[in-house]
Structures are given as C-alpha cells and as structure tokens.
C-alpha cells in the first residue's frame, strides 16, 4: 500500500497580516518562503512559512484578512498545530515568549518517559490560533532555519510536531488515517490516541482527540483550514486518491497550486484533509536565497499584478539575519522591524522627499502597557515624513510592557532605571550606526513611562538626543550633578490635573532642565494623564520652530 509520508504543511486563517509576519517570522523564526495571494481570491495574501526551502512538514501557511472574523475551535478541526524544538531549547522559547509578552501554559509532560517523552508549552497567537511547541529528541531528524532573528539553530524550530484533530466521535476519522492513508496507532493517552505515517516520529504525528458533544467549530480568523499530507509524486498521489473514493469519500479532482499539485476532500469527522504532492517546491518561481522577498503571482494573474498590488496591504519583513547584512544587500533601508539590536522595534525610514523633517528621526517611548506600533500615528503627525524608531519595553509589569521597574505608582527602582537607560542609549547608538542615521537628528517622543525614560536619557546620556516631547513626565531622578544640555530642546505637555504626573514635578523637572542649560517650553493644559490634540498641535509646532527648521541651512546649535 502506498502511503502518505506525512503533514506536507497546515493552512490557517489570520486576520492583520502585519502582524501575521510579525509573530510567525518575527518571533517564532520561521522563513517566509512564499509571499502570493491566494489563487482562489488574488485580493487576499497567501503567505507560506517554513524552513530554509520550505521542506514539506515544515509549512504553515495564511490567508490573512484584515478585520477578519474570529473563528472557534471546536470539532471537525485541526484545533492545535504543534512545533517541533530540541529539549535543550525549551527554555529559550519559555524565555521568549516571556520576552515578547505571548502568554503561555507549560512546560506541560506528555508521552511516555525517555526518548519518547514530550516538554510542551501551549500558547495563542494574536488571532487566538492554538499552537504548541514540544521538545522531543526526535525533532533532530528534521530540518530548521539557522537564520533567523536572534535565534540560534540550535534554538529553532524543526518543522512541525504534529496536528490535533477535535472529533466528534474518534472511530470514523480513525479508520481512515489507518485504512485509507496507512497510518499506524502509537499511543493512546487521556482520550486523545495518537497516529503517525512514513517514517514516523516529529512531522508525521496525527492525534485524534474525541470530545462528544463540544461544540462544533467554525471557520474565521484564529482556526486551520486545512491539513496537507505528504505524498511523494503525481502517481502516489492519484493511487491515494482512489482509495479515498474506495472509503467513499469524495475527492476534489487535481488542483495545480503551482508550488505542488493538491486534492482535497473532507474525512467523515469533518476536518479538511488535502494531498499534496513534494515536487516541485517554492524554487520553482524564484531563487532559494531570495524567497519570500516578493510578491509572487501564479502565470494567471501576472498580467494583473499592478492591480493586485495596489489592492493588497502594504506589509514588510521582520529583520533577517542582522539588519546590518539585510541593509547592505538591499537598495536602500525598508521598513523593518523585529528584535535584532536588542529590543523588538520598529524601524520606519523618513520618506522620500521629506527634506522639511531636516534629517530628524523621531525615537517613540510607548506608555505602560503600549508596544512599538503604540505611537508610531503620534510620531507621523509630530514630523511628517520623518523616520521613525520605536522600540517596546522589555520589562514587563503584569504582562504590560515598560521601559524600567516601578516598585509602586510613582515609586522608580533606580538601579533598574539606570541599567535601562544605558540599554536604551545603546540601542539608539546600534540604530544609528544600522540603519544610516543622522547622528545629530534624535528626538525622543515619549509618553509617561516612555517619557520618564526620556528623561532620564538626557541626564545621563547628554549629547545622544537633539531635543525630547515629553508628555506627562515625572522627574526620572535627581541626578547629583547636572549635565550640560545646552543645544538641546525640551518640550513638555503636562495636564494641571494629572493624579499620577502632579505639577509639582513637572515645574521641577523644567526646572531641572533648564538649569542644565536645555531650551525648555512646558505646555500646560487642563487635563489629567493624557496626550490631547491640542497638546499634540502645540508640540508639533514646536517641533517646526526649534528642531526641523534647521533644513532650510540654518543650524540652531
Ligand atoms: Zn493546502
């Protein structure tokens, strides 16, 4: 009998696909090897993920849709898409996680003790899809990227694990992973029995899981459309088929997908199965070294592209490798973002034609609990046109992002602040240096926790800022010495009824910094602890005065 190799690659549905790159590029680190659209909708991305071909078994793909509908796991899915890890890089992926704020379960035993035994850390991303990674010493025996952002190969992921199927009732579906696909049982554990096909082991595990009576699920944003088995060729593949309509099942004939050849029927617990053949792969239309670059368009709609171009989001690549060697072989900086240089940030270069932003690139401090897409419309509307750096915190306080440890409202732990400022500072000399900046164009743009970072900043580090917006700071520290700031601009908004910035310290932060030389100018407003329009309007035109008039030639400084 001829067999099914194993999962060739799993389709889910996401809703940004921004953020779809983002989490599964970005932060899981797996390689984007195929930007397109999807065939049956060319308005709508299709983007496959995988290792460094794409290797079936290794392949996740989406159809993001923004604004997508979330759908709901139940029965007749593949409710849980798994990774497969090395043991020793489960504390790397919890320490991850943990880093990028992705809430997690685990680590969780599964399977028997030994070689078999499973560590597993369930978590969600941010369309609520379920995945896990599991450590187990056979995910050796599959390929992974070495190249991804911050992680080491050592670390990385190892194509998949396997997939959960939620059933109804468990026997149907089974008989036809064993009869009609040659699957064999492995393991039967808490109600959920376990398959695998081919050669066995990570890639090719199916776990079916009987729950009677759950709901059923529905598709949308957040759920797996389909799972693809693994078949070798043309031939395997239609001799599979008719055993799938000996089983009377009811295959789709041959669909041409371009990267590999696919038929698709629903196995009788309703979860859509798909064969899909290994040749001809993701080289077919574009070399191995530049996959997932651009957008690729099957020879049908290569006509149209310049429509389908203009209808689809404008998205772009998390960091590759280091930013440094991804800037050097790109024609000029592109938007990135990612967590290379020490912090997940993002990298917004000034727009073409923007002399009136005069070099300036705007550092964005999120707020408590903001990330680095948090101020990047405040960053716009201060300075049209400018570049725009905007890391995320890395300490995080109830899950909630921030630049440094508060020990309560109000109450700063120093030592924190001060280790952290000199990582920031360190950051924005990494940043200057990688993406090309104007050394002497920095301006910090915070908000509350971003702002007191800020603050701290121009104490500690005077020189490294051309100026700061400080919106509803406080005073960072009392610093025992005051630097010499002159040259360097200072606005601050502040509201006269803010419970958690008081006046008080923000007339003594002015103060501060007026005495170390800064040219300072508060706006006062009647408000608490907010950002408004017109607080917003009077920092932009002070933006236009005191730092980005210096492109018209005349230099303030
Ligand atoms: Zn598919």
């Known amino acids: ?42 308005q709508t991305y299709h983007f496959y993920y995988g290792d460094d071909v794409g290797h079936p078994g290794s392949i996740l793909t989406f159809f993001p849709w923004p604004g997508a509908r979330r759908g709901r796991q139940g029965t007749g899915q593949v409710a849980v898409t798994s990774f497969a890890v090395l043991p020793a890089a489960l504390g790397f992926w919890i320490e991850r996680l943990l880093r990028h704020g992705v809430k997690y379960d685990g680590p969780a035993r599964r399977g028997p003790s030994g070689a ?27 390929p992974a990227w070495g190249d991804a952002p911050g992680i080491a190969r050592e670390n990385a992921i190892h194509g998949f ?74 031939a395997t593949q239609l001799a599979v088929r008719e055993r799938v309509v000996d089983a009377g099942l009811h295959p789709t004939p041959v669909i041409d997908r371009n990267y590999f050849h696919s038929v698709y029927f629903r196995e009788p617990g309703g979860v859509l199965y798909e064969l899909a053949t290994n040749p001809p792969g993701f080289a077919i239309d574009e070399p191995t070294e530049r996959l997932g670059e651009r957008l690729m368009l099957p020879p049908q709609y290569e006509p149209h592209r310049a429509e389908i171009e203009a209808v689809l989001p404008r998205i772009h690549l998390p960091i590759s490798g280091s930013a440094a060697s991804m800037l050097a072989e790109s024609d000029g900086p592109e938007e990135v973002s990612g967590d290379a240089l020490g912090f997940v940030h993002r990298y917004v270069p000034p727009e073409s034609g923007s002399e009136l932003a005069g070099g300036t690139t705007l550092l964005l401090l999120h707020g408590t609990g903001g990330d680095e897409n948090d101020l990047l419309p405040l960053g716009r509307s201060l300075v049209p046109g400018a570049g725009l750096l905007s890391p995320r915190g890395k300490v995080l306080e109830g899950g909630a992002p921030r630049f440094f440890r508060r020990l309560a409202e109000g109450v700063f732990d120093q030592e924190d602040l001060a280790r952290r400022t000199e990582e920031l500072a360190s950051f924005v000399e990494a940043a200057t240096a990688t993406y090309g900046l104007e050394r002497d164009g920095i301006v910090a743009a915070g908000f509350s926790n971003g702002a007191n970072i800020a603050g701290s900043l121009l104490f500690r580090r005077p020189g490294l800022l051309r100026g700061a917006v400080l919106l509803s700071p406080m005073v960072p520290y009392e610093p025992e010495e005051l630097p010499n700031l002159e040259g360097t601009s200072v606005f601050i908004g502040a509201g006269r009824s803010d419970p958690i910035a008081p006046a008080a310290q923000v007339e003594r932060l002015a103060s501060m910094l007026r005495d170390a030389g800064a040219d300072v100018v508060v706006h006062w407003q009647n408000a608490g602890h907010t950002v408004t329009k017109d607080e917003l309007d009077a920092a932009q035109r002070w933006m236009a005065q005191r730092i980005t008039s210096r492109a018209g030639g005349e230099h303030l400084r």
């Not at 078999?116 to 599959?142: C, N, Q």
């Not at 040659?182 to 081919?198: K, L, M, N, Q, S």
């Open 1 to 42: 009998m001829t067999h099914i190799r194993g999962i060739h690659h799993v389709t889910a549905i996401a809703s940004d696909p921004q953020r779809n790159l983002d989490f599964y590029a970005g932060m899981l680190g797996l390689r984007l090897v195929k930007r397109t659209v999807n065939f049956d909708d060319p």
């Open 116 to 142: 078999d035994s499973e560590a597993v850390i369930a978590f969600k991303d941010h369309d609520g899809l379920m995945l896990e990674i599991v450590a187990h010493a056979g995910a050796e025996a599959r």
């Open 161 to 234: 694990h396997g997939v959960t199927l939620w059933v109804d009732d468990g026997e149907p579906t089974e008989k036809v992973l064993l009869d009609t696909l040659g699957f064999r049982p492995v393991r039967e554990e808490r109600g959920t029995r376990r398959f695998e096909a081919g050669d066995g082991g990570p890639g090719t595990f199916v776990d079916v899981r009987s729950i009677g009576g759950f709901v059923q699920g529905a598709g949308g944003a957040g759920t797996v459309h389909h799972v693809a088995w693994s078949v070798a060729d043309d």
